[in-house]
């Protein structure tokens, strides 16, 4: 792992990349920074200031982007950015909604077919950037003993509900853009170092969710949470930009 991460450390530090996000983004953020600290002689620019960003300048661009429970702000929002800052500047950008965008009440055929059309317009309108597609994070669901006296007893389980909707939401995703660069947080939250996932069933169907491990609050990541998934991150990234190389326009 620790030779890896570093040439992946180092892909993603020769690369021009926007991340929009809102709270779980930060912890990712947060994770990558912790996960390069070890290597100091990669110089990793990640940046919150799009003013800093120079044409041929290789950044980790990240911002806030939109309202949380309001997801199609947040389409708006990055595309705005785009638009309006980040012409000619980046060459990867990848959104992400957080798990507060997604619950147990949403139409999720409706937001994904909402966020398609607003993607897919960016996508057609910038073909010199490659747009990354994000998986929606996950909440914890709690199981044991009492978790199922109460489902026995008829008890509606919201935070199984919820991430129910959210799992409906990332196969949408995955099974749409088959043909796009995906980074799959929602798997990297629920799969252990052993490679075995978190999951719990309703209605015969196996759904995932958040390790408990991972998290203090059921949903944002602690410092184990977000190095695990931060590192899933970087070498996801690291092998999409592989994948699809941009010519560098200062080497061109």
Known sequence: MPQSLEKDLQTLADARVFFGHQSVGKNIIAGIEELSGDYQEIDLNITGNSTEVGG??????????????????????????????????????????????????????????DFKRTMDDLIDRHPEITFIHATVPLRHSPGGLGVW?????????????DNIKRNQFNHLLRTHYTQSPIVDIAASESTYPDGKRETFKMDGQTYYSLIGEYTDDGGHLNENGRRRVASAFVRELAQIIRNHPRIDPGRA
């Open 149 to 161: 006296i109460r489902e026995l007893l008829g008890r509606p389980n919201n935070s199984k509900l």
């Open 56 to 113: 041929t300048s290789c950044c980790l661009l990240h911002t806030a982007v939109g309202k949380n429970t309001d997801p199609l702000s947040k389409c708006v929002d990055f595309g705005r950015i785009l638009d309006q800052q980040l012409i000619g500047k980046i060459d990867y950008a990848l959104l992400k909604f957080c798990y507060i965008d997604i619950n147990r009440d949403s139409d999720v055929t409706k937001l994904f077919e």
